[in-house]
């Protein structure tokens, strides 16, 4: 069964300094997809960066980078230069295989509380 | 970009009452929505999945009497909580797939409902 695993219940980061969330994931599957979302405290879940389990480089969407290690299973999220907004809920998550021309439903791992001190 | 219109954002009902949550897709067809249950400080669970115009998937659990789910159109979903108890408060939220040449951004998500039943 595919499986996402967040480690860090809660992290905390000086501002402008940069931060890395863990995720790891455990799939059977070859093709799959990998997302981080960031839900501030207002509930919306906000996509931050998608890394497909093709793609051959790690994902950049901004201040924000995706850490691809395949062997090792994990997509750990970079934030750099981290701001007070930062301050949030950020979930990672996997896409299951979908059916026919369907996407698959998304499999959360817990969330790591991000604090951002000024 | 996809904007899924979630309403409403909140909602406090009486106990035995019902309670209908209704997910539009604004700029793109949602042929699959997910419905997702997020308790206090903890991850989202995949309570159903439905394709338009065909009965709900639900995950092992989920009462399809009590949760009913109606996809009627590509462009909306309702989340209909019946006879809901106060262990049915919760912060529910649909995301939407379009197809699947939308895979790197394709899951869009609606701004939640945050239900009280008292």
């Known amino acids: 069964a595919q499986k996402i695993t967040q480690t860090q219940p809660g992290m905390f980061v000086q501002e402008k300094e940069a931060v890395t969330l863990d995720c790891t994931y455990d799939?059977?599957?070859?093709?799959?997809?990998l997302f981080w979302y960031k839900q501030p405290s207002s509930g919306e879940m906000i996509f931050l960066i998608y890394q497909g389990s093709y793609d051959q480089q790690n994902a950049t969407e901004g201040r924000y980078s995706l850490n691809f290690q395949k062997a090792r299973k994990s997509a750990n999220l970079v934030i750099s230069a981290s701001q007070l907004g930062d301050s949030a809920m950020y979930f990672c998550a996997m896409r299951e295989t979908g059916y026919g021309g369907s996407q698959g439903n998304l499999i959360f791992g817990k969330g790591t509380k991000l604090s951002v001190k000024p | 970009g996809a904007v899924v219109s979630q309403h409403p954002s909140r909602v406090i009902c009486k106990s035995g009452t019902s309670v209908k949550i209704e997910c539009r897709s604004l700029d793109f067809q949602a042929t699959t929505m997910f419905w997702y249950r997020q308790f206090p400080k903890q991850s989202l669970m995949l309570m159903a999945t439905s394709n338009e115009g065909s009965k709900a998937t639900y995950e092992q659990g989920v009462e399809k009497d009590k949760f009913l789910i109606n996809h009627a159109s590509l462009t909306l979903s309702t989340l209909t909580v019946t006879s809901a108890h106060p262990e049915d408060s919760s912060f529910y939220i649909c995301?939407?797939?379009?197809?699947?040449?939308?895979?790197?951004?394709?899951?869009?998500f609606g701004s939640g409902t945050r239900l009280t039943v008292v």
């Open positions: 995301s939407a797939s379009a197809s699947k040449g939308q895979v790197r951004r394709g899951y869009t």
């Open positions: 799939t059977s599957d070859p093709s799959y997809g």
